[in-house]
């Protein structure tokens, strides 16, 4: 198994002597010999053709509050970022690592080949750097997904993309389409973040979260959040005393979209009277939003990909690794409008800014105000229903989830029990599956289920159609009940999304009694870093 960068190891090696350099040089032996016993099959064996995107796994310079870094990103070769196809032609790919350390990519919210889901020690061994991957497989979706590593912390070092599949029934939601994805960033490294969490510091050591060092948690302040007016059937602003009780466990130094911080954001020249529709991704590692359209209203017409019942409003909810499409109608008027993502428990902000007269200029944008939101909670889900619900059917296999955590070290698991350890969820196929999860944790957790998609069925008690989904937020002190059919055969991770708490043992795997477990190896959870 690969625990440190061959690098790391090398410098070790040459600082503590022969025997360490012979440890390294086995750690490295049985890396690459199981990467090879593993792209060696055939399904990874199918040429290129001249239809084949090359994605590399790579570096890039962004600009966040006037500074220039190095952080990740999956691009192709013209350098553009992500990746978009239709659902006709499916995907057809070769991911190369050009990284100095290990990596892989899993493909959010998608129904697809078990061997190609891209989790290490699950799925596969890590794609080694320099190595390359084909992954390819028929699309039975459409609509916004996204790709990010799930190696260690890299999503917090921005190895992630948006994601996009098209259908002939998205050409006539809008008149143009855009795509925001949603960042959370700091200067400190992932990985001394996470180090300063495990040792009790709150905000992770972070400069942001020592500008705060003497800020008054505990104070009342009012607080933004979302509320649902079953007058006029919208959601909107809500504004209510409350407090924040304590410093979130990481406290970032800013808010991206689209890689930009709010003092320089991307401006989008639209015409007046035009719709919009805009493909919102969290791409973030440990932050969820509020999405605010200021003086715009909006329509939901997909949560994650899946289509609902269109509802209207001004401000929704969008939780660390989900997906909303909004429809936005720009007024006749000409006019500048700031469409605003606020950090959930967090007086910081991103977003982008709609202009329908490019001789209009934008005004100044602060990424930090004086508005605080407070936590995202079921208003939202509540109110959805899904266009295209399960089958009723009742379950045939019921599995009780609790979050917990945390424990010493920062530790999170599920039902009192933090991975690594060999115990699966185990189901059968063709079962109709149901999770009940109960969250008695101090804080909410977005729960992703890998090659499956489910639909919500109960919150606190109460049943409802609800939205079909990949990723469901179970806000601290809630409870919901969700249910998927077992019909995609394999071993499928099934974690928090928050990265902070899946690498500190918030994570376990669902398998199927028939399911190939020869490349799951809890053992090899361990996870090296980008170097910045």
């Given amino acids: 198994m690969l625990r440190r960068s061959f690098l790391q190891l090398s410098v070790l090696g040459a600082l503590l002597g022969s025997s360490s350099l012979e440890l390294f040089r086995k750690t490295r032996a049985k890396a690459q010999s199981s990467w090879e016993r593993f792209i060696s099959q055939p399904t990874f064996q199918r040429p290129r053709n001249q239809d084949t995107v090359v994605l590399e796994i790579a570096t890039a310079p962004i600009t966040v509050l006037g500074q220039t870094v190095d952080r990740g990103c999956i691009r192709q070769l013209n350098g553009q970022r992500g990746y978009t196809t239709t659902q006709a032609k499916g995907i057809n790919l070769e991911l190369i690592n050009q990284l100095p350390v290990p990596t892989t990519v899993h493909w959010h919210g998608l129904i697809l080949p078990n061997a190609m889901d891209g989790v290490p020690f699950v799925t596969q061994p890590p794609i080694p750097p320099g190595k390359r991957q084909r992954i390819h497989y028929p699309l039975v979706q459409n609509g916004t997904f996204w790709m990010h590593s799930h190696y260690g912390l890299q999503t917090q070092s921005y190895v992630a993309e948006p994601f996009v599949i098209l259908d002939e029934k998205q050409e006539p939601w809008a008149d143009r389409t855009i795509s925001v994805m949603l960042r959370d960033f700091s ?31 505990h104070q009342p302040r009012t607080l933004l959040t979302q509320q ?3 007058a006029t059937q919208r959601f909107g602003r809500k504004q209510e005393k409350g407090v924040l009780m304590m410093a979130p466990d990481v406290v970032y130094d800013a808010l991206l979209a689209n890689e930009r911080s709010l003092d320089a954001p991307e401006i989008i020249d639209v015409e007046p009277g035009e719709t919009v529709a805009i493909r919102w991704v969290a791409g973030s590692a440990f932050m969820s939003f509020f999405l605010d ?25 969008l939780a660390l690794a989900q997906r909303l499409t909004l429809r936005i109608k720009v007024p006749e008027e000409p006019g500048v409008f700031p469409l605003l993502a606020l950090g959930e428990r967090s007086n910081q902000r991103c977003g982008v800014v709609l202009r329908s007269n490019p001789k209009l200029s934008v005004p100044d944008l602060a990424p930090q105000t004086d508005q ?33 955590g945390p424990a010493p070290k920062y530790t999170w698991g599920l039902n009192d029990r933090f991975y690594p350890y060999c115990d699966p969820y185990w189901v059968e196929q063709g079962q109709r599956v149901e999770m009940v999860f109960s969250n008695p944790t101090p804080m909410g957790h977005p729960m992703h289920l890998h090659g499956h998609e489910f639909q919500i069925l109960e919150i606190d008690g109460k049943p409802l159609d609800g939205p079909m989904r990949d990723t469901v937020y179970v806000p601290k002190g809630s409870t919901c009940r969700i ?17 902070y708490h899946h690498v500190r043992g918030m994570f376990n795997v669902v398998a199927y009694r028939s399911a190939d477990l020869s490349w799951w190896d809890p053992s090899g959870f361990g996870h090296e870093y980008l170097p910045f």
């Fill in 187 to 217: 200067f400190t490294p992932a990985s001394q973040i996470l180090n300063n969490v495990v040792a009790g510091e709150r905000g992770g050591g972070t400069a942001m979260a020592k500008s705060l060092a003497d800020f008054a948690w």
């Fill in 293 to 317: 359209l200021g003086d715009l209203e909006g329509e939901l017409l997909r949560t994650d990909a899946n289509p609902v019942e269109p509802i209207r409003g001004s401000l929704f909810q």
């Fill in 372 to 404: 605080w939101t407070g936590s995202l909670d079921f208003t939202q889900d509540k109110q959805l229903r899904a266009t295209n619900p399960l089958a009723a059917r009742a379950a045939d296999n019921t599995i009780p989830v609790a979050l917990t």
């Fill in 483 to 499: 249910a998927f059919d077992a019909n995609n055969p394999g071993i499928w991770a099934f974690h928090c999304h928050i990265a």
């Fill in 228 to 230: 649902w007016d079953p």
